[in-house]
């Protein structure tokens, strides 16, 4: 049985509010591409408010449903080293 996929916003891949980034995910495609086409479309007249209208419509990811992606498996988050100079 095959599973659906689901649009959601980028929780990782983000510059604004994730959604050029869970498009990415969710078509498999770069989201550098996606950012493009976005920025063609703002300056074409009618991007702006397409992205205001799904900022509002795409709900965001959860954490879960980030950690399962299948462009993020093998990618660990890295821990932050204790600067603190306390041992």
Known sequence: ???????????SDRKI?????GLGEYFNIDSTLMRLAA???ALSGGGVLLYF???FVIPEASPQSQ???PLLQG???QQDADLS???
Not at 17 to 21: D, E, I
């Open 67 to 69: 950690a399962d992606s």
């Open 39 to 41: 920025v063609l479309l």
């Open 17 to 21: 509010a994730g959604v050029c980034g």
């Open 75 to 77: 990618s660990q988050p």
């Open 1 to 11: 049985m095959t599973e659906t996929k689901k649009l959601y916003r980028s929780l």
């Open 85 to 87: 100079g306390n041992d």
């Open 53 to 55: 209208i799904a900022w």
